[in-house]
């Protein structure tokens, strides 16, 4: 384990998860589990049940994408060892059940990056034919190593240079991936905000290379245990979303699962002068680290709804109405700087779901 690794859960240890009252605007946070974005009824609605983490179920039209699948909440504990969690999966069973989601009609997973947060429940969700085998899973580099004994051989696709927008670099030319017929996902480079700062200093953990064959011989079983530092971060994408109906794009969506430093993760400017963002759904965990994150994102989107996510305290185990805020994130500083720029948090506008609440949008 390096420096950094085991720095972390120190780190963890010293913050402390808060009430929700301790973000200014935490009305924006509804207190059922059932929310309405409205978007004047421009189109067939969109479902998305936010399940914690960077993890959604968006289904539009009847076909179906996941982003990010993660349900284990995992101990604090010092060098302990993590592993999917069944009491877990018997409680995220329960929430699909209850907002009669049937996740066996998913086209296709997109990963932003491969941490544990991010995909580590895959193995179960696919033993368990809750994901079916034929569901593409997109994601970066490392990916089909970490799921080599659980996936078929063409079911992980690497996102390639040549298919991935880049704002910093040489764009290639515009590549969507029709995950459905009536969804299409552009990936775009992207990147990981830091996980804390002690005296200015960013601390960013679980970067690197992954080692040699630690997945094939330690990830033998959906709820073998592995450690946290192994899974390493990769290439880190955010995503563009389209729902298109009779050749025509009801809906756009940008979807960004970690905090990012701008201009990475943004859409290419051309693309936005077509057709804006309808919905922007923003993570807020480490925003701190990466100012003036989210304001000028939400200045270049200029969305008419945001959805803001993984904000919620992911290390501890809570009833749907007792969600605390993430650890190591001040948010009454975020809310000053949303203020400060006139991106004022109101409830006609913004959301901030509960793991377990499903946002309507049309």
């Known amino acids: 384990m390096t420096r950094s ?151 992980y696709q690497t996102l390639l240079p040549t298919e991935v927008q880049n704002p910093k670099g040489n764009t290639p030319p515009i590549h969507w991936f029709d995950s459905t017929s009536s969804i299409r996902v552009l990936p775009i480079v992207s990147d990981h905000a830091p996980h804390a700062e002690i005296l200015g200093i960013p601390i960013h953990m679980m970067k690197g290379k992954l080692k040699d064959n630690y997945f094939r011989d330690n990830f033998k079983t959906a709820e073998a245990k592995t450690k946290k530092g192994q899974w390493r971060e990769g290439c880190v994408y955010s995503f563009l979303v389209d729902f298109v109906k009779n050749n025509k794009i009801e809906y756009r969506m940008f979807i960004q699962t970690s905090a990012s430093h701008y201009p990475l993760g943004q859409p290419p400017k051309q693309l936005l002068a077509d057709k804006p963002v309808d919905v922007a759904v923003l993570c807020l965990a480490s925003s701190n680290y990466v100012k003036p994150y989210p304001v000028q994102l939400l200045k270049e989107l200029a969305p008419k709804k945001v959805v803001f996510i993984h904000w919620e305290d992911f290390f501890i185990r809570t009833e749907f109405n007792k969600t605390k805020l993430v650890r190591l994130t001040n948010f009454r500083k975020l809310d000053n700087r949303l203020r400060k720029a006139g991106l004022v948090p109101n409830k006609e506008n913004y959301v901030m779901p509960r793991p377990g609440t499903m946002v309507r949008i049309d």
């Open 5 to 155: 690794h085991a720095l972390f859960p120190i780190l963890i240890l010293l913050g402390c998860a808060r009430p929700i009252s301790h973000f200014p605007s935490n009305e924006i946070i509804p207190s059922t589990p059932q929310h309405q974005l409205n978007l004047n009824g421009q189109g067939s609605p969109i479902k998305m049940l936010y399940m914690g983490c960077g993890h959604l179920i968006i289904e539009y039209n009847g076909e179906m994408i996941v982003t990010d699948p993660y349900f284990s909440i995992q101990s604090l504990a010092i060098g302990k060892k993590i592993k999917t969690n069944t009491a877990d999966f018997e409680k995220y069973k329960a929430i699909l059940a209850q907002h009669a989601v049937d996740l066996t009609k998913a086209k296709s997973v997109w990963l932003a990056h491969t941490h544990y947060d991010h995909m580590m429940d895959i193995p179960l969700l696919l033993n368990q034919n809750m994901l079916p085998k034929n569901a593409t899973i997109y994601g970066n580099e490392f990916g089909d190593d970490i799921l080599q004994n659980f996936i078929t051989p063409t079911q």
